[in-house]
C-alpha cells in the first residue's frame, strides 16, 4: 500500500486545502528505498533519513514552520527559489525548509533564518502562468544547520539530522489523548476543518506523528510553530500543544458566546420591525392612524400654530419629513423630534403688551428704589418714545432703500455699572414690573464657552440651544426684559470666548436675525430689552462695550443708606425674621452707628445683614419672653453687634499727625476708599523703596513723584543735601491688596514733602489726581467714589484736579455741601492748601526722628 492509502490527511489536504487543478495521483509517490509499502510512519522516513545527504538546498520559509511526517503546499516566486526546485528535481529531491525569523524580509539571508528546520522531498510541481511555482512538499526530519557552504544562487548548508526522543508509558499516551481529544473540540467549534480530517486525526495512534499532525492544522504564532519543531521530547512537544489548543478552544468558545448574544439582539430587532410593520398594515387596512404617523400630524399642526417666519417654517418642514420616513426606533428619530420640539416651543409670534403709562412706571421704580434718578429717568424715557412712536406710525412712510438699509431698532441695551450692592439686579425685576414684560435673569460670571451663548450644532450628542433662545423658551414671550448679570465676569480661554458671541446678541443692527448653532435658523431677537450688569467697565471687551448704553450706578451716601434701610431693608426684615412693625423700630442715630462703626461698603448688602443680625437677637428674645418691643438706639448696636470694626475720624486723627502721612482717594470695584501714604527716611544715599502691593503704574507715579520733589527741592525750601544722605522708602498700609494707578500722584507728592519739611499735613484734607514731572495736576476718574468715602469718613477737604470740577455734579447737594472743594490746577496749589506754613527742618532733626 502506497503512502498516500496509509495517510488520508494528505488526502485530505490535496483534495481540499490546495483547492488546485492538478491531482496528486498516489503513482506519483515513490516508493521507499527498498520498496516496502506496508511500513509505519516512524520507520517510513527513517528509511528516507539514511539517504539524506549532508549538504542540501535551503529554501527560506516566511511566516510558516513545515514539520516532519507533514505534507504542506507552498507557492514559489523569487528567481532563486525557484531554480533551487529546478536543480533539486533532477538530483536528490531532498531540500531543506528553514523558516525566516522575520517574515517582511523578502530574500532572507543566513543571518535571519532560524537554525532548526526539516528536511522535506518534492512530490510534485506546478507551474501556473503567472510565473509562480505550486509545489507539495512532505516533511521527513529535524535537522540543525552546521554551515552555509553556498548563498548564490541560492543558499545551501551542511546539516546535522536531530534524532526525535520519544518517551514510552502512560504519561505519553494520556498527552497524545488528550490532543487529539482538544483538536476534536477545536474542530467542532470552527466549520472550515472537515469532519473526515478530525477522524483521521483522532484515528492516529504514534504520539509524535499526532503531535505534528495537529500542530500543522492548528493556528499558532510563528514563534510558537518554531518552538514546537526545536523540542526534542515528545511528551514536551504534547504538554506545549495542549496549552496552545486549550487557549484556543477558550477563544472559540467566547466568541461563539458573542455571537449568539449579538444574532439575538439582531434577531429581537428585526422581530420588533416585522411586528410594528405588521401593526402598521393593519392600521391602514382599518383606517386608523398609527402613532408614528399621528405623531407626525401632531407636529404639523404645532407648526402651523407657531406662526414661524418663513425659513423657520420652512426648516420644520423639511425635518418632520426626514423624521415621517424614519422608524421610531433609530436614534436619528429621537434627535429629530428634539429639534421639532424646540423650533414649535419657541415663541415665535408670543408677545407681551407693554404698559406705556409713564406716571404708572415712575409710581412703580419709585417704590422699588430709592434714588438712581438717570435709570429711572432713562427707562422712562424708553417707554415715553415707545409710546409716541405707536400713537404717530401712522404718520411715518420710509422709503423702501431706508428699509431695507436701516431697519428700525425696537430693543434697547443697557449696561448698569457700579458696585456690589446698589441694586442693579433688583433694578432689572422693577423695570420688568413697570413695563409688564417678563423677566429672565443669568448670570454669566464663569461662563467660558461660546456655545452657552450660541448653542452647540446637532452634530454632537444631547446638543441644546444656548442660554439665550432657553431663556426665550422659558418666558414664553419674545420681548422679555433679559438681564446679564455680571457680563465683566465673563471667561476666555482656549475653550472659546463667549464675549465674542455676544456681540451679535446685543447688536442692535444684527440682533434681528440671530443665529443659534442648534437651530440654525434665524430668530428675532430685536424685540428684548436686554440689561446687563458690571463692577468695572474696564473688564468688557472694547468691541462688546461700544454696543451697549453705559449707565454708571455710584455709591449711597450714608443718608440715601438711613432712607433705603428705613423703607426697604427694615420691612422686608420684619417679615422674613416673623416681627411684627411696631414690635421693633431702627432710629436714624442707630443707623447711622452700624453704616459707619459696622460696614464699609458702597451698596447696602453689609448693612441689611447687620440688620438682619440684629433682628434675630430681637425675635430670640421675645421667643424667650425677655422683650415685647425693641427700639434699637446706638447703644443697643453697641450691644448686639459687639466693637465696631471700622475706625473713625479719630482713626485718621492719630494716623495723619506724623510728617511724612498724607491721605489720599482711591477708586475699588466695591466702591471709593481711603488711602494712608506713609514716607519715611533713613540713614543711606538715594535709594528708592516701594511697598504695599502697588502695580506698575503706580509705581511710576511713586517715582514721578520723588523726581518732581527732588527738581523742586530749592524752591520749596527743603534741605539740598537730604537726598545725598537719606534713604527714602514710600508704603502704601493694607499691603495684602493690590492697588494701581495713576490717581496717587499728588499725595505721594504731598507725603514726600511732609516727610523732608518735617510739616505735618492737615488731618482733614483728602486728595486725588495724577502728576507730571513739571507739577501739573491732571484729572483721574472715579471722582464721586471717591468724594463719598472722603464724606463717609468725615474728611472736611477735598482737592481735586481742576478739570475734575465738572464731575461734581453728579453728588447730590447734601455731600456738596457738607465738604469744602480745592480745584488745583498745580501741585503748588495743593500745598498751599495742605500745610498752614511750609518751614523746612534741619538734617539732623530729621535724623532722629525718621530713622528706623
Not at 520559509?61 to 514559489?76: D, F, H, K, Q, S
Not at 508509558?169 to 470552527?190: C, D, I, K, P
Not at 514731572?773 to 464721586?784: D, E, N, S, T, Y
Not at 500745610?835 to 523746612?840: A, D, I, K, N
Amino acid at each position: 500500500m502506497h503512502f498516500m492509502n496509509h495517510n488520508p490527511l494528505l488526502k485530505w489536504l490535496l483534495d481540499n486545502r490546495l483547492s488546485l487543478d492538478w491531482m496528486l495521483q498516489e503513482d506519483d509517490l515513490p516508493p521507499t528505498p527498498n520498496g516496502n509499502t506496508h511500513l509505519d510512519p516512524a520507520d517510513f522516513f527513517q528509511e528516507f533519513n539514511e539517504k539524506i545527504p549532508d549538504v542540501i538546498p535551503i529554501l527560506p520559509l516566511r511566516g510558516i514552520v513545515v514539520y516532519p511526517y507533514t505534507a504542506v503546499p507552498l507557492t514559489i516566486g523569487q528567481p532563486r527559489s525557484i531554480r533551487l526546485i529546478d536543480d533539486s528535481q533532477t538530483e536528490t529531491r531532498f531540500i531543506g525548509l528553514v523558516t525566516s525569523k522575520d517574515s517582511e524580509i523578502e530574500a532572507p539571508g543566513p543571518q535571519e533564518l532560524f537554525q532548526i528546520g526539516t528536511v522535506a522531498t518534492i512530490h510534485r510541481t506546478f507551474r501556473v502562468p503567472d510565473g509562480t511555482i505550486r509545489l507539495l512538499v512532505q516533511g521527513l526530519a529535524r535537522f540543525r544547520i552546521e554551515e552555509f557552504s553556498q548563498t548564490e544562487p541560492y543558499l545551501k548548508a551542511r546539516i546535522t539530522l536531530i534524532p526525535e526522543v520519544r518517551e514510552e508509558g502512560l504519561e505519553t499516551e494520556a498527552l497524545a489523548r488528550n490532543a487529539r481529544s482538544q483538536f476534536e473540540h477545536v474542530a467542532e467549534l470552527l466549520a472550515s476543518i472537515p469532519q473526515e480530517l478530525v477522524v483521521s486525526v483522532v484515528n492516529l495512534e504514534d504520539p509524535l506523528t499526532s503531535a505534528y499532525t495537529i500542530a500543522n492544522f492548528q493556528r499558532m504564532p510563528l514563534e510558537e510553530a518554531q518552538k514546537m519543531l526545536e523540542l526534542d521530547s515528545v511528551n514536551e512537544k504534547l504538554r506545549k500543544l495542549v496549552k496552545i489548543l486549550a487557549r484556543e478552544s477558550e477563544v472559540l468558545e467566547l466568541g461563539q458566546k458573542i455571537q449568539k448574544e449579538a444574532r439575538s439582539e439582531i434577531e429581537k430587532v428585526q422581530r420588533d420591525y416585522f411586528l410594528r410593520e405588521q401593526l402598521k398594515a393593519i392600521q391602514r387596512e382599518l383606517g386608523d392612524l398609527d402613532s408614528d404617523a399621528l405623531e407626525v400630524e401632531n407636529y404639523h399642526a404645532k407648526i402651523q400654530a407657531a406662526h414661524m417666519t418663513e425659513e423657520g417654517e420652512k426648516q420644520s418642514l423639511r425635518e418632520l419629513g426626514r423624521l415621517a420616513k424614519l422608524p421610531s426606533a433609530s436614534a436619528e428619530y429621537g434627535v429629530i423630534r428634539t429639534y421639532l420640539d424646540w423650533l414649535v416651543s419657541l415663541p415665535w409670534a408670543t408677545l407681551t403688551e407693554d404698559n406705556l403709562n409713564i406716571q404708572h412706571a415712575r409710581q412703580v421704580l419709585d417704590q422699588d428704589h430709592f434714588g438712581l434718578e438717570d435709570v429711572k429717568e432713562r427707562i422712562l424715557e424708553y417707554l415715553a418714545v415707545r409710546k409716541l412712536r405707536q400713537e404717530r406710525h401712522p404718520l411715518f412712510h420710509p422709503t423702501e432703500n431706508d428699509h431695507e438699509i436701516r431697519r428700525e431698532r425696537e430693543g434697547v441695551i443697557l449696561c448698569f455699572v457700579g458696585p456690589p450692592g446698589v441694586g442693579k439686579t433688583s433694578l432689572g425685576r422693577s423695570i420688568a414690573r413697570a413695563m409688564g414684560r417678563k423677566f429672565f435673569r443669568m448670570s454669566l460670571g464663569g461662563v467660558r464657552d461660546e456655545a452657552e451663548i450660541r448653542g452647540h450644532r446637532r452634530t454632537y450628542i444631547g446638543a441644546l440651544p444656548g442660554r439665550i433662545l432657553q431663556a426665550l423658551r422659558r418666558v414664553e414671550s419674545r420681548n422679555p426684559i433679559l438681564m446679564l448679570d455680571e457680563i465683566d465676569k465673563l471667561g476666555s480661554d482656549f475653550r472659546g470666548d463667549p464675549s465674542s458671541a455676544l456681540l451679535e446678541v446685543l447688536d442692535p443692527e444684527q440682533n434681528s436675525e440671530f443665529r443659534d448653532h442648534y437651530l440654525e435658523v434665524a430668530y428675532d431677537l430685536s424685540q428684548v430689552m436686554f440689561i446687563t450688569t458690571a463692577n468695572m467697565l474696564e473688564a468688557i471687551p472694547g468691541p462688546l462695550r461700544d454696543r451697549m448704553e453705559i449707565i454708571p450706578i455710584s455709591s449711597y451716601t450714608e443718608a440715601e443708606k438711613v432712607a433705603i434701610a428705613q423703607g426697604f431693608l427694615l420691612p422686608r426684615q420684619l417679615r422674613e425674621n416673623g416681627l411684627l412693625p411696631d414690635e421693633v423700630q431702627f432710629t436714624d442715630e442707630a443707623l447711622y452707628t452700624i453704616i459707619r462703626a459696622h460696614t464699609r461698603e458702597a451698596g447696602v448688602r453689609n448693612l441689611e445683614r447687620q440688620m438682619s443680625t440684629i433682628c434675630r437677637k430681637i425675635v430670640t428674645q421675645i421667643a424667650e419672653g425677655k422683650q415685647t418691643r425693641v427700639t434699637i438706639t446706638p447703644i443697643e448696636v453697641r450691644e448686639y453687634l459687639g466693637r465696631p470694626r471700622f475706625l473713625g475720624t479719630d482713626e485718621i486723627l492719630t494716623r495723619a499727625a506724623t510728617p511724612g502721612v498724607a491721605i489720599g482717594l482711591a477708586w475699588t470695584p466695591t466702591g471709593g476708599e481711603v488711602l494712608f501714604i506713609e514716607a519715611t527716611a533713613m540713614p543711606g544715599g538715594k535709594n528708592f523703596q516701594l511697598t504695599g502691593s502697588l502695580g506698575e503704574v503706580m509705581q511710576e507715579s511713586a517715582r514721578a513723584a520723588l523726581s518732581f520733589v527732588r527738581s523742586r527741592s530749592e524752591t520749596l525750601g527743603l534741605d539740598k543735601n537730604f537726598f545725598e544722605k537719606f534713604d527714602l522708602h514710600l508704603h502704601v498700609p493694607s499691603a495684602s491688596q493690590p492697588k494701581d494707578g495713576p490717581s496717587a500722584g499728588v499725595t505721594m507728592v504731598t507725603a514726600l514733602v511732609s516727610l523732608i519739611s518735617g510739616n505735618v499735613i492737615r488731618p482733614d484734607v483728602g486728595m486725588t489726581g495724577e502728576i507730571t514731572l513739571r507739577g501739573q495736576v491732571l484729572p483721574v476718574g472715579g471722582i464721586k467714589e471717591k468724594v463719598l468715602a472722603a464724606h463717609r469718613l468725615g474728611l472736611k477737604t477735598v482737592i481735586i484736579p481742576a478739570r475734575n470740577q465738572a464731575d461734581l455734579e453728579e453728588l447730590s447737594d447734601e455731600v456738596r455741601n457738607s465738604l469744602e472743594f480745592i480745584f488745583a490746577n498745580t501741585v503748588d496749589d495743593i500745598l498751599k492748601i495742605v500745610f498752614e506754613t511750609l518751614t523746612p527742618r534741619p538734617v539732623e532733626k530729621i535724623t532722629e526722628e525718621n530713622t528706623l
